[in-house]
């Protein structure tokens, strides 16, 4: 009788290990690098949101994805992972500027339940100086961090 309970015992030990470690892992981790660019105002060297933002993604079509933003002083920019370039068309305080950012993409293990995603490395970049005067590249490391990569002085 005693060795039934002890058997019974470890085939539902063996049985509930078995199903908790089959049970699927979720991903609860970043998965998407975004650039992200705070604005500061020319002169005062300070953080200062623009009235108005707004940005368009200039591909083959222009596609916003960012429309009048009040008051945001930071903005996060996807890149395209099977490119070399993005093109970004600004509109701050409703003057409109251009900026291309040039860029290498290499993979990023997240975890073994997220996989893998794009992280990028910002190797150039080149605005139009309407409102813009000028961007400071601070981290050129572009990961799922959500920080501080670039500087837009207006």
Do not use: H
Not at 2 to 22: D, E, P, V
Not at 47 to 64: G, M, N, Q, R, Y
């Amino acid at each position: 009788m005693k060795n039934r309970i002890i058997l019974y015992c470890s085939i539902f030990l063996a049985i509930s290990a078995t199903m908790i470690s089959c049970v699927p892992q979720t991903c609860n981790e970043k998965t998407e690098s975004l650039a992200g660019a705070t604005f500061y105002k020319t002169g005062t060297g300070k953080i200062e949101a623009p009235d108005t933002v707004s940005i368009f993604c200039l591909k083959e079509d222009i596609s916003k994805f960012y429309q009048k933003l009040f008051k945001r002083a930071i903005i996060y920019l996807p890149f395209d992972p099977s490119a070399e370039k993005c093109t970004f068309i600004l509109r701050i305080n409703q003057t409109t500027d251009t900026v291309t950012f040039n860029y290498t993409t290499f993979p990023y293990l997240v975890s073994k339940e997220c996989g893998y995603t794009y992280c990028f490395s910002v190797t150039g970049y080149w605005s139009t100086k309407n409102i813009i005067d000028t961007i400071i590249v601070v981290n050129n490391r572009i990961t799922t961090g959500n920080e501080e990569n670039m500087r837009i002085f207006y």
